[in-house]
């Protein structure tokens, strides 16, 4: 196979070299194309542009295939802790036993947070989004460690900043929960492990023990390992593009919080919720919904489903359906919103407009009513998937950092006014 594709434009030939993957994918570099022919390449919303080569995380969206650093992410879900993920993510390789217990005691140092903390939290009105007050908590990170503005400093300090964002963000997440309930702040208790320790954070008080259920652990790692990558989505783009001006971790990463916030990415799994509520409220009709989601003219779409790379299925939302089962069934719950979304997921996978669009359910059909089912607020949901994504971010922005890339700075093609003169006031009427 040639090494080169051909770009003709009148007389013009441009040759781009193919770039290949370690999968086989391939790509055109066209970075040239622009300074040889003046054309740039055009690409609403990137959807099929390659911005940067990565040996993080490996999709096949056609096949159902998510790997981290060659681990398929059935083995990792099924196998690993959320911490081993973390390291593997960031480190490239899966900690052998002692590098394992050395990060975790070295997460463990660094779960408290500042108590001046505090006092922004205090500042938010009872009510506000979680993830604005998670988005702000993350900026304010950079206040609280000015070491952490400078990106070239030395290794070691860097990594430090790495740590305290792996170790900080469920401490914030909890203490997010809390002022919601209006509860004290549990601290963190550090003989418990990464997401015992989240849990106890959360659901704990401080007038008691609380009893970390393992099934419910268990949910929790598997959930925070499958939200832990997802290559170049939205948010870690997001990040990877703050990241290239050189800004801090810190403020890039609360760049990936505010995209991810949205619910045409993580901002779903809170919008399932409400629509299957919204569905219950109406009276359960189901197929009536369903025929709103394929009406042109009616803005709803079914929440939770289709994927802007999966074709055939999502690998995290069958990992994540049999982990549903097992949750409600150890809580013993019969939520009549989980009949709902059965009855919603057979009925729109048998419908046509479904299938010829290839739309399946995403990991967000599912987690929200996980979460719910443990006890998290619905407008908690997000950031439990921002808590998930956080390795992913710091790696992602990490190797645009180590591989020294250039600002990014897409081009357009521009439809607006060509030159005009300047009116006077009279002139304009
Ligand atoms: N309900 C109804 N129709 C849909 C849905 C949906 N959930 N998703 C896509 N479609 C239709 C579109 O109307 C379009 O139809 P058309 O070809 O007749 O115009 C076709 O399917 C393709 O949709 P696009 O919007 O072009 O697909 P895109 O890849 O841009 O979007 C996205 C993917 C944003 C995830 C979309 O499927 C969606 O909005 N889903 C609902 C929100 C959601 O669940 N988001 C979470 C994604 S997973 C994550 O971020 C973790």
């Given at each position: 196979?040639?090494?080169?594709a ?5 007389d013009?030939?441009?040759e ?12 055109l570099d066209?970075?040239?194309l622009?300074?040889s022919?003046?054309?740039v390449?055009?690409d609403?919303?990137y959807?099929n542009t390659?911005a940067?080569?990565?040996s993080?995380?490996?999709?096949d ?7 981290h650093?060659?681990?398929s992410i059935e083995?990792?879900?099924n196998n690993a ?8 993510l960031?480190k490239?390789h899966?900690?052998n036993?002692k ?6 005691d070295?997460i463990?140092?660094h779960?408290?947070?500042n ?5 922004v ?6 009510g ?13 990170m ?9 990106p070239?400093?030395?290794e070691?300090?860097?990594?430090m ?8 963000t469920?401490t ?24 015992d320790n ?12 609380y009893?970390?259920d ?6 929790m790692n ?12 939205c ?6 593009i703050?990241?290239s001006?050189q ?15 949205g619910p ?24 009536k ?7 042109k ?10 994927h802007?790379?999966y ?8 990992i994540?359906?049999?982990s ?6 150890q ?19 048998a419908?046509?407009?479904f299938?010829?669009r290839?739309?399946?359910p995403n990991?967000?059909?599912?987690s929200g009513?996980?979460?719910r089912?443990m006890?998290?607020?619905v ?11 956080m ?10 950092r ?6 990014g ?7 607006g006014?060509v ?11």
């Amino acid at each position: 196979m040639s090494d080169q594709a051909k770009i003709i434009y009148n007389d013009q030939t441009f040759e781009a070299p193919v770039v290949k993957g370690s999968e086989g994918e391939l790509g055109l570099d066209i970075s040239k194309l622009r300074g040889s022919t003046g054309l740039v390449t055009y690409d609403v919303a990137y959807k099929n542009t390659g911005a940067t080569q990565s040996s993080i995380t490996f999709i096949d969206g056609e096949k159902g295939i998510l790997r981290h650093r060659g681990y398929s992410i059935e083995d990792l879900a099924n196998n690993a802790s959320f911490l081993e993920v973390a390291f593997l993510l960031l480190k490239g390789h899966l900690p052998n036993k002692k590098e394992y217990e050395n990060y975790a005691d070295l997460i463990r140092m660094h779960t408290l947070v500042n108590e001046d903390v505090k006092h922004v939290f205090q500042a938010f009105p009872n009510g506000s989004h979680p993830m604005g007050q998670l988005m702000t908590m993350m900026s304010m990170m950079s206040a609280f460690y000015p070491d952490s503005l400078n990106p070239h400093r030395i290794e070691e300090d860097f990594d430090m900043t790495i740590t305290r964002l792996i170790a900080k963000t469920p401490t914030l997440v909890a203490m997010i929960q809390k002022k919601k309930m209006g509860h004290p702040l549990v601290y963190p208790k550090n003989n418990l492990e990464y997401v015992d320790n989240f849990l106890n954070m959360t659901f704990g008080q401080i007038t008691q023990e609380y009893a970390v259920d393992p099934v419910l652990s268990s949910a929790m790692n598997k959930l925070l390992i499958l939200h832990a990558d997802h290559e170049q989505n939205c948010s870690a783009s997001t990040v990877r593009i703050v990241g290239s001006s050189q800004s801090n971790l810190y403020a890039s990463i609360s760049a990936g919080i505010a995209a991810l916030w949205g619910p045409s990415h993580g901002g779903a799994n809170q919008r399932v919720l409400e629509m299957l509520e919204e569905i219950a409220k109406d009276g359960g009709n189901v197929q009536k919904f369903i025929d709103r989601a394929k009406d042109k003219n009616d803005p709803f779409r079914l929440m939770g489903f289709g994927h802007r790379v999966y074709k055939n299925f999502d690998p995290r939302a069958r990992i994540i359906k049999k982990s549903a089962d097992e949750v409600l069934g150890q809580l013993k719950v019969n939520d009549p919103i989980l009949h709902l979304a059965k009855e919603l997921e057979e009925k729109a996978l048998a419908d046509p407009y479904f299938a010829e669009r290839k739309l399946f359910p995403n990991v967000d059909f599912y987690s929200g009513i996980i979460y719910r089912a443990m006890g998290f607020p619905v407008d908690m949901f997000t950031v439990l998937f921002a808590l998930g994504r956080m390795p992913g971010w710091i790696a992602q922005w990490n190797e645009m950092r180590k591989a020294g890339q250039p600002i990014g700075r897409p081009r357009q093609i521009y439809t607006g006014e060509v030159h005009r003169p300047y009116p006077s006031w009279d002139e304009r009427g």
